[in-house]
């Protein structure tokens, strides 16, 4: 997750209104929106709102609402494909589909870090309104359902989703977060926290480390206890990794010149007959290329290895990463589908998500978003900058955003993030996540019900609006 504005899109305030207004005449809601400038809690400061333009289900032109039956796992039961028994994409007719374990076609509509709150107040809330974990797992398995949420996304207690009693009729898609890399980094040393992921030495991965491959194997011998499960939807390899357009540069001034990727860097720079000093982007993006298919290839073999039957979902690109075709286009040679946190953007753009499926060739997810309400009591200075006045607003940003989401014909899931808020009380909490209104529920375990309805409302749609945009672009 990322603090700064519009990393994807570069777009501010001022501009963003007349950007979204061309992409289609149903942006006839306007939603009042402001950002964080300065996250500090001492000096937290925000922008003036602004007004942006939004569509909802309510404004979308031509659309008429209509019931389509679902099976146990959330699948449409009007339109089937082959069923392997596990999950896995296809691109049928145009349109990119996740399919789920019967071979009905699916979408992966989660929530993020469906977990029990860790803070002494979260703590207490659970035993007073639940009871217990296993009460709260219940309950809030049939919650998620009955939005018409069919999965858990990443950082959520697999181990209480497995075991419940619920998995069998009625289960969630969950997934699973291996992390390859920031686990070989803690082992190394040498990572440090930064928000929302895992810093790296001169912001550089250790994948030419002679070491992380045999890590790797090692680390994925544990999916041999989940290679059996439909109900597993696929895993992540690692979560916002620093593979940018830099990384040729930061290779070549780490200060170890006996260091793995110094030495792949500069023999690399010397067989071209390049100077340090001489590089060009296209310099760049070509020795990017050679680090996302060192990294890629290796996860992806240690995950084949132990589990054949469930999708890589990739490492959960984030920010400029959007924009890196070597990137992309790697990635779409090891995945299933390939997992994207997209953030800062009020509506997803359809040339961005149609470069993402034409660079890959393949489907996508947007693995992490969201906004923030003022009417929260929370300070909401943590995390990325959207901040909109209620639980309404909230509500309406979901469904502009998954409307397009659903409109790109490439994207097969979508996973909000997340379940509960973060709590300024927890102590020892990710820079992150400390201070902000991210989830569905309150700390309190109490429902945001303007969001939710809202949420419910497009969810219960979702299979009918692929059908609407289909016919729209024909």
């Known amino acids: 997750m990322k603090t700064f504005f519009n990393i994807l899109t570069g777009l501010t305030l001022a501009t963003a209104l007349p950007a979204i207004a061309q992409d289609s005449l149903d942006f006839s809601k306007v939603v009042e929106v402001r950002k964080v400038l300065n996250n500090s809690v001492a000096n937290a400061s925000f922008t003036p709102y602004g007004k942006f333009k939004t569509r909802t289900l309510a404004t979308l032109s ?5 019931s389509i039956k679902t099976n146990k796992y959330g699948g449409r039961l009007d339109r089937k494909d ?20 019967q071979g009905n076609l699916f979408l992966h509509n989660a929530l993020n870090a469906v977990s029990m709150g860790s803070s002494d107040r979260n703590k207490a809330q659970l035993s007073k309104v639940y009871g217990n974990e296993n009460s709260w797992m219940t309950k809030t398995q049939e919650m998620i359902r009955s939005f018409g949420f069919n999965g858990a996304g990443a950082w959520s207690n697999t181990k ?71 109900n597993l939807f696929g895993y992540f390899s690692d979560n916002e990794m620093p593979l940018g357009i830099k990384n040729l540069d930061g290779y070549l001034t780490l200060k170890d010149q006996k260091d793995p990727g110094y030495l792949v860097a500069k023999k690399w720079i010397d067989d071209k007959g390049i100077k340090a000093d001489q590089l060009t982007d296209a310099h760049r993006l070509a020795f990017l290329e050679i680090v996302a298919e060192k990294y890629f290839s290796i996860v992806a073999k240690a995950i084949k290895k132990y589990d054949p039957n469930h999708m890589y979902l990739g490492c959960r690109f984030h920010g400029q990463q959007g924009n890196l075709e070597p990137l992309w286009k790697v990635a779409g040679k090891y995945t299933g589908t390939i997992s994207m946190n997209y953030y800062n ?34 300070g909401n200075t943590a995390g990325a900058g959207w901040v909109v006045k209620t639980q309404e607003d909230r509500g309406l940003f979901y469904q502009n955003f998954v409307l397009g989401l659903i409109e790109s014909k490439n994207c097969v899931g979508w996973h909000w993030f997340k379940y509960m808020d973060n709590d300024p009380t927890q102590k020892g909490a990710e820079p992150s996540n400390t201070n902000a209104n991210k989830g569905i529920i309150d700390n309190n375990y109490q429902l945001y019900t303007p969001l939710v309805n809202k949420m419910k409302e497009l969810n219960a749609q979702m299979y009918q609006l692929t059908d609407f945009f289909d016919q729209q672009k024909k």
Request: proline share 6%; with cysteine.
């Open 62 to 66: 031509g659309f008429k609402t209509k």
């Open 82 to 101: 082959m069923a392997t028994g596990f999950y896995h994409t296809k691109k049928i007719n145009g349109r990119w589909w996740a399919i789920d374990p």
């Open 160 to 230: 209480l989703i497995t075991q419940s009693p619920l998995q069998k009729d009625k289960p969630l898609a969950y997934t699973i977060n291996l992390d390859f890399m920031s686990a070989y980094g803690l082992k190394r040393g040498g990572t440090f926290q930064l928000p929302g992921h895992r810093g790296y030495p001169n912001n550089v991965i250790f994948v030419f480390d002679p070491a992380f491959e045999e890590f790797c194997d090692q680390h994925a011998k544990k999916l041999a206890e989940t290679k059996n499960d439909p």
């Open 345 to 378: 953007a009020w509506t997803p753009s359809q040339t961005q998500m149609a470069k993402w499926a034409n660079w890959s060739g393949k489907s996508f997810m947007i693995t992490e978003w969201y906004v923030k309400g003022d009417d929260s009591d929370l």
